[in-house]
């Protein structure tokens, strides 16, 4: 492996996901297996901005595996987006004599590290982090797995009052622009009825649906509403239309809101990070650069940064039908 970078910093970005401790203990355990010195940067563009970078070595990260959240904290840094405030990180990095940097974030982050290396030449590697799965090039980012368990285990309880009482629920879950985690977690927790961006089921059919359901002896219903579900303005609109539009149920809200970002990482997505922080260390060395690690037919790949921003992951058609018939 030629050695081509001898400092490299490591921030997380955007809105924080589980796993993002488990990838920077790996971008950090791996600089040091390879003799490579490493920096955490803190809040994110904003901590580069400011040369808020720390050394750290493999002791420095330890018992972080299995935390949630980032112990270098994350930031949305409006001065990066100015060539002004670019030019301010890439001096703090130049005066460092930081040589590479790795960037844990959405796609957001990626497009602001792209950017940097269009300007200033400086290699970037990113490692998706965010629990809406939502990044080309991966077919898991860090935190969706984690944070499907957290919201399996939320329907799953409010299951347990649904059914005690008559009522239908309509369950908020993440997910502005795609229905990943409203589609798997709505599954997985038998959902009646899965609500998401990507397709306008109509209030009629919803309601047509339910009655449908009640009528087959159902006596309690779930409905997972992704935040960006485009049936009604909002979960509690969605809520009086069916109060005025049928009868027999108790109808209640629940929104599971940042819950579902917190809680130590589950198996899946620390191992995935470990993986992450290795392939993009070692990329690095490789030579690589303006490029994210992904999960793809369970091997580690890079796809190019400037296709991982465009545009949304598709949802799963197959598993929109699987929901179809698990609602019979
Ligand atoms: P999440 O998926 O959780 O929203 P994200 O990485 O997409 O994560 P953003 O808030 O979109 O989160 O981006 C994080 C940061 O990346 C921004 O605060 C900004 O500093 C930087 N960034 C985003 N877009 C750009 C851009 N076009 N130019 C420069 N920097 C950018």
Known sequence: MPKTIKKLAVLTSGGDSPGMNAAIRSVVRTCAYHGIECFGVYKGYEGLIEGDFKRMDARSVKGIINKGGTILKSARSKEFRTVEGRQKAYKQLIDANIDSLVVIGGDGSFTGALIFNQEFGFPVMGIPGTIDNDIVGTSHTLGFDTALNTVVDAIDKIRDTASSHNRLFFVEVMGR???????????????????????????????????????????????????????????????????????????RVSVLGHMQRGGPPSCFDRVLASRMGVKAVESLLDGETNYMVGLLNGKMELTPLDNAIKGKTKINLELLRVSDIMST
Do not use: Q
């Open 177 to 251: 622009d795609v229905g990943h985690i409203a589609l798997n977690a709505g599954i997985a927790g038998g959902a009646e009825e899965i609500l998401i961006p990507e397709e306008d089921l109509g209030l009629d059919r919803l309601v047509e649906s339910l009655n449908r359901s009640r009528k087959s002896g159902k006596t309690s219903s779930i409905v997972i509403v992704a935040e960006g579900d485009k049936i009604g303005k909002n979960i509690f609109e969605l809520k009086d239309y069916v109060d005025d539009n049928m009868e027999g149920y108790d109808v």
